[in-house]
T-cell receptor, first 115, second 110 residues
Framework: NAGVTQTPKFQVLKTGQSMTLQCAQDMNHNSMYWYRQDPGMGLRLIYYSASEGTTDKGEVPNGYNVSRLNKREFSLRLESAAPSQTSVYFC??????????????FGDGTRLSIL | KNEVEQSPQNLTAQEGEFITINCSYS?????LHWLQQHPGGGIVSLFMLSSGKKKHGRLIATINIQEKHSSLHITASHPRDSAVYIC????????????FGTGTSLTVIP
């Protein structure tokens, strides 16, 4: 019963390096989300995908790109990492569509440090 | 601006106490979500509600749409309830997006 799986769990990058965070869900959910969590701040939405084939910007999209590869997978890419992107990143999914009030399910998070 | 305010920020309680955590928001919502973040960092959904009250075990969530306010209650608190409790709302005009409070850090002392 995997739910939402994120890889990697930890990563250290140097400024300017690129990296892709992977997320996969096995619950046949339509909607998927990428958030970042910083000390003293609530989770902030980076990008989301309401359904396969669509993506939309959230509150803090600058410096990131996403790909909804298929219904299961939603990846987040940092093209040129900056120290300000040091954070804990969470992927989440929810049924979406007509299941309007179903909750989000979260992955365990990726702790990313950029030096 | 969409804002979600939680209070208190930090809360320490003795085992067995009744606990209340509050969440207020600024404009009309279509749903409110209570989540629990464990000390290890994992986030678990507790409740999602758009009106009234929901109960699961020792946890009760209520929402007052007119007052733009929700509360999460924990009865007979236990040290294993120690966690950060997070409120998130989906505003009526923001479709699939959720906005999160900064969380309430709860410590329950034996």
């Amino acid at each position: 019963n995997a739910g939402v799986t994120q890889t990697p769990k930890f990563q250290v990058l140097k400024t300017g390096q690129s990296m892709t965070l992977q997320c996969a869900q096995d619950m046949n959910h339509n909607s998927m989300y990428w958030y970042r969590q910083d000390p003293g701040m609530g989770l902030r939405l980076i990008y989301y995908s309401a359904s396969e084939g669509t993506t939309d910007k959230g509150e803090v999209p600058n410096g990131y790109n996403v790909s909804r590869l298929n219904k299961r997978e939603f990846s987040l890419r940092l093209e040129s990492a900056a120290p300000s992107q040091t954070s804990v990143y969470f992927c989440a999914s929810r049924p979406g569509g007509r299941a309007f009030n179903q909750p989000q399910h979260f992955g365990d998070g990726t702790r990313l440090s950029i030096l | 601006k969409n804002e979600v305010e939680q209070s208190p920020q930090n809360l320490t309680a003795q085992e067995g106490e009744f606990i209340t955590i509050n969440c207020s928001y600024s404009v009309g919502i279509s749903a409110l979500h209570w989540l629990q973040q464990h000390p290890g960092g994992g986030i678990v959904s507790l409740f999602m509600l758009s009106s009234g009250k929901k109960k699961h075990g020792r946890l009760i969530a209520t929402i007052n749409i007119q007052e733009k306010h929700s509360s999460l209650h924990i009865t007979a608190s236990h040290p294993r309830d120690s966690a950060v409790y997070i409120c998130a709302v989906r505003y009526s005009n923001t479709g699939n997006q959720f906005y999160f409070g900064t969380g309430t850090s709860l410590t329950v002392i034996p």
